[in-house]
Every structure is written in C-alpha cells, then in structure tokens.
C-alpha cells in the first residue's frame, strides 16, 4: 500500500474512535511515558499539542509539569519547519490553519531540540523498524535531522504495525508509545 492509501485508512479508523475511547487512551499514554526511565529523569521534554484525532497529550503534559519538567511545544513556520516555545498553561491555545493548536511565547529556534531529554512527536503509524507514517508534510522530519536524543511518537495500539511506507528521508524514532505500554525499536 501506498502512503496515501495507509493514511487514509488510519486517519478513518481514528474518526471511528469514541472520545471515552480517547480519554483512556491518553491516560494510558501517560502513565507509560512517565514509567521511561529517560523521563522520569528528564528536566526538559518536547511535546506536541494534540489535536482531537490524536492520541492526547494533555495528560502527559500537565504530568511532566507537576513533576517540575519544562515542556517545549512546536510552532508552524510558514516555511515548512517548526520552531519552539515554553508551554504555559495560562497561555491562550489557538489553532493554525491547519488545524494544528499553538500558542505564542519566546521562541528557543531549531535548536532548542538539542537541550531536550526526549522528543515526543505525533504519528499515524510507526512500524517495528521505528519508520514512522507523518500526516505528509514534512515538518518534524526536518526537525528532527541530527537530533541526538530519544525520539518517541505517541501512537494508539492498532497503529503499531510491523511495516509502514516509508522513503531515504523520513527519521526514524527509537520508541513508540501505545495505551498498551512502551515499544522500544531493536
């Protein structure tokens, strides 16, 4: 099957989704996220703002903040490529026009990756190899070139598969997180 093909059944599976469904599984989500030892340990995390078809962050942000954690949240550059800012909870969420929720703030540039101890990204699919199936634009795989710390996408269970198209340019992470538990590439 082709990206597009892939894509598009994992995008209907996920609007077949109840929100109960959803809320368990960002719990779930969470709680397997906290027990890795890299993020128990970690003083700054990356993160993505859901959106509602994806596994939800919320949980896991709001965690890592009680636990004295900064959390860095993308910006959507106008040229492809993202950018970064402090989360902050009282800051106003407003999505983008590609329906992506942002917030302002002092944006740390491309960089501020590097200062991370784990970079959580989202993802359609990520297969046993750690290709991982993005909505197509490109964004976090130019993000996420020569990043050097412990790339994570936050997947639902039946988004773990053992194959998923992919191409030279697309980055590999080195774990998925599932409501079923942590997935570590070999």
């Known amino acids: 099957m082709t990206k597009a093909q892939v894509r598009h059944d994992l995008l209907a599976r996920r609007r ?24 128990s340990r970690a003083k700054r995390v990356a993160c993505y703002l859901s959106m509602p078809s994806e ?31 402090t989360y902050d909870p009282a800051e106003a969420i407003v999505p983008t026009t590609l329906g992506i929720p942002e917030h302002g703030g002092e944006r740390h540039g491309p960089e501020a990756l590097d200062g991370c101890d784990m970079v959580f990204i989202p993802a359609l699919a990520v297969d046993h190899a750690g290709h991982r199936l993005g909505r197509g634009a490109g964004y ?7 990043v050097r710390v412990p790339v994570c996408a936050l997947v639902f269970t039946h988004e773990l598969l053992p194959e998923v198209p992919h191409e030279p340019h697309d980055v590999p992470v ?3 997180v599932t409501p079923d538990g942590l997935f570590r590439v070999p």
């Open 16 to 39: 077949a989704m109840g929100g109960e469904e959803r809320a368990l599984a960002a719990e779930a989500i969470a709680m397997h996220a906290l027990a890795t030892p890299v993020v």
């Open 55 to 85: 596994p939800g962050t919320g949980p896991l942000i709001s965690r890592l903040l009680v636990l004295g954690v900064e959390v860095i949240i993308p910006l959507s550059l106008p040229d492809h490529t993202l950018d970064w800012v």
């Open 140 to 146: 976090y795989d130019r993000a996420l070139m020569g």
């Open 174 to 176: 080195q774990m998925a």
